[in-house]
């Protein structure tokens, strides 16, 4: 079983950037493809992105796509989120997760982190 934590989450203004990230610890973060969701109060929780174990492969909710980029480091055990040209509606709280159905994106979960809040003020 991999525990996940996040971190990188905070307030920004309209049209900033934050990076997150999510460490991946218990087991090889390869074993597992991974993403990143988020959900806002009163909303589902809704995937932003994902990456298959190699990385080779991606994929994006429209909403973000240009502005997002996922990735990777199986060797630290880590994966990133940058967020790019954020806008207030991006405000949420955003989840890491693992999957172990390594090939298939976008992925729907095996395993949780605790969230992160990202707030965007305008």
């Known amino acids: 079983q991999v525990q996940l934590v996040e971190s990188g989450g905070g307030l920004v203004q309209a049209g900033g950037s934050l990076r997150l990230s999510c460490v991946a610890s218990?087991?090889?973060?390869?074993?597992?493809?991974m993403g990143w969701f988020r959900q806002a109060p009163g909303k589902e929780r809704d995937v932003v992105a994902a990456?298959?174990?190699?990385?080779?492969?991606?994929y994006y909710a429209d909403n973000v796509k240009g502005r997002f980029t996922i990735s990777r480091d199986n060797v630290k055990n880590m994966v990133y989120l940058q967020m790019n040209s954020l806008k207030p509606e991006d405000t949420a709280v955003y989840y890491c997760?693992?999957?172990?159905?390594?090939?298939?994106?976008?992925?729907?979960?095996?395993?949780w982190g605790q969230g992160t809040q990202v707030t965007v003020s305008s």
């Open positions: 997760a693992a999957d172990t159905n390594r090939v298939t994106i976008p992925i729907q979960g095996d395993y």
């Open positions: 218990g087991r090889t973060l390869s074993s597992y493809a």
């Open positions: 990456i298959s174990w190699s990385g080779s492969r991606t």
